[in-house]
Structure formats: C-alpha cells, structure tokens
C-alpha cells in the first residue's frame, strides 16, 4: 500500500498521477486485453500519455476553464483523455457513447462544452447534426479513423492529437480543491438530466480516504466492468490507481472468462454483477448428481447455521443487537461445534467456487444498490469478502462502506473519513434518533458543489447548512453503520395507506431459483402485485424433474418477440406463487401487507439496452411501470 499522505497536499487530481509515475514506474497500470492491438501501459508511460494529451489540447486552442464534453466508453485512452483533459485545465462533462443521441446532444448544450472528445466515427456521426448548434470549436476521435475532410469543425483523431502534443511543452494550470473537475449527468430513473458540478477536491477526498476501506497493494490485479465515466467505478479507479494496482478492462462477453485468466484481487461492481456470478455456480449445482446436490445442500445448510451463529456471538447481526449475554454465548458455543463441518464444507466445496472466480478475490466492493441477503450470505460462506459501501452521484460517490473489520452484513458501514450522516423525518425534517428510519442526509468533502445552472434543484438538494438530502431511506444502527431500506420516492402506498418499501421484497424473492429478476407494483392498490422475469434454465430442469414436458423457450432466444408461452399454465403459476409466499415471508420484518396477491411472468429481461435498467443496472422503474401499464392495470382488475 502507498502511503496516502503523499497525496494530502495536493489540489488538483491529476497530480496524482505525477506521484504514480515516480512511485510505481514500470508497473502495469492500465491493460486492455480486448482491444486490437492489445493494450498495455505502465505508470510511466501513462502519466507521460497523459501529459501529450493535454498539451495537445492547449495547443489547439483549449484554455482553463473550457467545458470538455467526453462522449466515450471503458478504454485506457478513456482514461487519458479525462485525466488529459483536466491536466490542460479544463472540466469535462461526461456520458457513454450508448447513450441516447439526444441525452449527448442536451449534455452538449447544457454543460457550454467549446471540445468534444467522442469514442469513434461512428458516435460522432450519431450526433454530428447537433454539433452545428453548438458553438464546438474542436472535435477529438478517441479512434484512429481519418476524420471526414468536409467537416466545417477542426476534427482531428487520437493519434494526430499525441503528434501535436508532442511537439509542444505541457502549460501548468494551478487547480484549487474547490476549482470543476467535471460534470456528471445524472440520468438516473426518471426527469431530465442534471450536471452534478464535482470538484478536484471532491474527487481527491476519495483518493485521500477510501484506503479506510480497503488497503491494495502495489501490483494487485483490479478488474473493471462497470462504465468508467460513473461516479463509482471513477474514484474508485482513481484511488486504486493511486495504490499501484493494475487496472484489467473486460466486458460482460468475457467477464467470467477474465476472472479465471486475470485472476483478480479486487473488483468493484453492481450487485446485478454478484447475482449473475451466483446464478452462474447455482446452475452447476443444478447440473450436478443428487447425490452430489445432497452433499452440497448439506454444508450450505451446516454454514448457514454457522455464519449466523458466529454474526450474533460478536454482535455483528442486524437482528440480533438486542441478544442477551446468555444468548451470545449460546451462539458462540454453536459456532464452534459448527466450525470443523463448516471447515470440511470449505475443503470440499467453497475452495473450488473460489478457484472458478480467479483463487485471488481479496475485496469485492459493492455499490450501486442493496445486495440481497441471500448474496450477502453466499460470499461469506465461500469466503469471498464483500464490502457494500453507499454514496451518490452528488457525493463523487463514497459516503459509508463496510470494511474487512468491520463487515455488519445488510448495513452500508459506517462514514468515511470526514463524513457525516444524518437521519431526519420525511415530513418534518427533524433529526431522527438512532434506530428510527428516516431520510438520510450527507454532509462532507465529497458532496458536490451543486446541479450546473441549475440554482432551485441545487438549494433543494443541499440545505444552508451543508447538508445534502440523499433522498434515500435508512437508520443508523447502535454503531454508526447506515442501514438503507429504499428510496423516498419509490416508496408504494397501498389503498390503505400502509408504505411498502419494494428493493427489500424483491431482494428476498429473487432469491428464489425460478426468479431472474422482478419488479413490485401496487401503488394505490390494495396489494401488492409483481413483474417476474423468470429464471429459464431453472424452469427447464423443474419441468424435467416434474415431468410436465411443458415447452419453454431457450435463454437466447428473442424473448421480447415471444407472447405466447406455456409459461401462463397453472403448474408454473402454482409454482411462482409457491415461490413468492415462502421468501417473503421467510424474510426478516415480515408483515401481512408485503404479501404479493398477483404477478405476470414477462419473458424480456430488464437490461440497458431496451431502456429498462440504468448503466449502473439499476431498474428504472418509472420506464418498466409505462411499458408494462396495461398489463399491472390487469392484475389488479379482479
């Protein structure tokens, strides 16, 4: 690990890279093995490109305080073109090249971007008729394509733009903590979007702190999928690059691939992502002999029991805070007669999921939403660490994470450094005592400077005092970890005014084998109902077990194109409602009004690319809400 307090003077973030490049010379930094040519580029080298780059940029015309827009995706020349642009003095505003073309084009506009860097040919010809309305002086291709001679903007492509820097020395910009690094347009589920206005300091607050979190050493692998414009995945690059990892790019196409080739030590991720990595294991399983099922079964059962056992005795149990003296003791007793079987199962079975997953995992840092509980405690019994930390956009993002001493499993964690959490009354605003739920307000370093031109949403966001409202639900716990139980506003209010929180619920029904994922609906009703992308593979070997020979479609087959299925039969109905009854009332706080009374299986999974789901793969609710109206409409019409 560095020593952090190389960094505590500095003001502008891509000095950080200067350090690096001294500290962690030859050492591979960034490598990108899905690009052609293959990518490989050591501290040295990258803070040496970094520099061409933003001389390069000054000496075509862009000045301190230029707006640049980074219209882009994951790639080490991703990276050098925002650290490039910030080194030259300018604040980028950033967004995927996927993005709609008219979400690029109001970013454009509204961020006052005079450059544009864009990922290729291809997303500059998306948008290229909204360029003319904006006063762009500079277009940059991140590609080497030969950009069309007629074009009435400057445009030049990544290579000539090193060729130009290179012929020119860097001009030094002194940049302040409180000085724009960048704007990043919050999307989010619903509304138009708003540039959250990070500054340098903002962004160095979590290079400077999050080794509270967790501690890399020089050289550690760190494989990134997750989009590198978003808050999360950013500073979380940012700080392990500061460490002298090694950043490895995959993709969803290779993700499972990489991880046994990279094997990595540390990953940052959705827990859409640690889902698909437990559904992938429980499919082995499925896959397996009875017997060999039985014996699997049977461990997980044994460390179960274990891990519970072992929560309550040190007082790291969200349930259990209240256990008696005799109760602890009872569980820790409990724990070590469990202990050898859970050992036994740890030689016989967890080593070898841990060996699928690359051996090395040492942190999994979990953001982006709630993890379910049964993910939660999968990782722990096959001993892969996972540590959920909490944050916004508008807080560059980090505010709380558990850490490997202190793991209270379903909370948040506690503050970072510096960071202070407050819980107030959705109505009154008054502060909350601890235990009680309410809205969680943020105040500290990384919280941002406010919406870009935006002064009402700002003053609505960030109180006189500092105070940011997250617009998050939670409770803090006996030791200051933050609990978060959903969002203010997806809150469902029942016909008989009863508030249902949906993440917990579906969290505790997609842990059913036969549930891909779900979204609850109800508002106004007198239940619950629930949207269910069914799990088909799992379908497939239960209707074999049964011997339904119902006909299911495959798992690549164009879902969206299918209406007409032996999915709507009433032994899978039977099932699903058998499902959804036992996890959610098998989960903790159960009350009758949680119940889900109906659902429809719809065959389309929710994913980015048909609008359903954020990049950061969250569910956009208010999206699958229109899209599915008539079809919640008609199960709530009986």
Known sequence: MTNISEYTNLTALPDVWAIAAKKFSDILALHDPHSKPEVKLTFAQLYQQIKQFASGLQALGVTPDDKISLIADNSPRWFIADQGSMLAGAANAVRSAQADKNEIAYILRDSDSSTLIVENQKTLDKIRSFCDEIPLQLIILLSDEIPKTDDSIKTLNYSQLMEEGAKHNLNPITKEDDDLATLIYTSGTTGQPKGAMLSHGNLLHQVKNLDAVIQPKPGDKVLSILPSWHAYERSGEYFLLSQGCTLIYTNIRNFKTDLKKFKPHHMVGVPRLWDSLYEGIQKQFREQSPTQQKIVQFFFNISQTFILSRRIANNMSLEHFDASATERLIARLKASLLAPLHNLGDKLVYKKIREGLGGNFETLVSGGG?????????????????????????????????????????????????????????????????????????????????YYKKPEATAKAINSEGWFNSGDLGWITPMNDLVISGRAKDTIVLSNGENIEPQP????????????????????????????????????????????????????????????????????????????????????????????????????????????????????????????QGMIDGMFES
């Open 505 to 628: 619920i579906e969290d505790a029904c997609v842990r059913s084998p036969y549930i891909d994922q779900m979204m609850l609906v109800g508002q106004d009703q007198k239940a619950l109902g629930a949207l269910i992308v069914p799990n088909l593979d799992a379908l497939q070997t239960w209707n074999k077990n049964q011997q339904l020979n119902l006909t299911f479609p495959s798992e690549d087959a164009n879902r969206e194109a299918i209406v007409n299925s032996d999915l709507y039969g009433k032994p899978v109905q039977d099932l699903f409602k058998q499902e959804l009854n036992r996890e959610v009332k098998n989960r903790p706080g159960y009350r009758p009004d949680d119940q889900i009374k109906a659902f429809e299986l719809i065959l389309e999974p929710f994913s980015v690319d048909n609008g359903m789901m954020t990049q950061t793969l969250k569910l956009k609710r208010p999206v699958v809400t229109e899209r599915y």
């Open 370 to 450: 709630s993890l379910a509980k049964h993910l939660d405690e999968f990782y722990e019994i096959i001993n892969v660490p996972v540590l959920v930390g909490y944050g916004l956009t508008e807080t560059a993002p980090v505010t709380n994470a558990r850490t490997h001493s202190h793991n209270l499993r379903g909370s948040s964690g506690q503050p970072i450094p510096k960071t202070e959490i407050k819980i107030v009354d959705l109505d009154t605003g008054e502060p909350l005592s601890q235990g009680k739920k309410g809205v969680v307000l943020i105040r500290g370093p990384q919280v941002m400077q406010g």
